[in-house]
């Protein structure tokens, strides 16, 4: 039963995560929220590094990792899957039909003032969600701990690091995820 669960939320973010790999975040914490027997918000952050730092697309690298932490293997394989089949489908309907959709007004409209305003939002909110697990802790908050335990100092500066150098120096990615994982394992210790 599993299986088909994990089949269905995951054939279900294919369909209506709109605008690439890092538009199905919202549903991934959504899915959290509703199985969290099968990963924490927390894991998500997991997956996002492991996704990010692993050859191919985020969304399919975030299913298979989600769905093989719920079911194993078969739950990776059914996950990637399902996640993919809805793109699968809808682009070769669209392929047959490309056209037709490509003088429609209609199609157009949706496009240029729905979808894409659409998945910026939903890309941005999963940003914003990555923010809050990788570089606050929310536990400061309560705990009294005041606005310097708030912020995890040591992540923000990687992270503005990182962000400056991709910005600036003409490295590899494949650089900056080692100089992340080394500085990261110094941070532990």
């Known amino acids: 039963m599993t299986l088909l669960w994990l089949m269905f939320e ?21 899915m959290s929220d509703r199985h969290p027997q099968w990963f924490s918000h927390a894991d998500i952050a997991d997956m996002i590094a492991i996704s990010e730092s692993t050859p191919g697309p985020i969304g399919i690298n975030m299913s298979t990792y989600a769905g093989y932490r719920t079911a ?7 996950a990637s899957l399902a996640l993919a089949l809805p793109s699968v489908i809808i682009t070769l309907i669209i392929a047959r039909f490309l056209a037709r959709f490509r003088q429609n007004r209609l199609v157009e409209g949706a496009f240029y003032y729905g979808l894409r305003p659409a998945s910026i939002a939903m890309i941005s909110v999963a940003g914003l969600n990555v923010v809050r697990v990788a570089l606050v802790d929310m536990t400061a908050l309560t705990s009294g701990a005041g606005l310097g335990g708030f912020f995890i100092w040591k992540a923000i500066a990687l992270a503005v690091l990182i962000f400056v150098g991709l910005r600036k120096l003409k490295w590899s990615p494949i650089a900056f995820i080692a100089i992340s994982a080394a500085v990261g394992i110094l941070f532990r210790f």
């Not at 293997?73 to 059914?78: C, D, E, V």
């Open 10 to 30: 995951f054939f279900k973010t294919g369909l209506f995560s709109v605008g690439g790999g890092l538009a199905t975040l919202p549903f991934l914490y959504e």
């Open 72 to 78: 194993g293997i078969p739950g990776g394989m059914l």
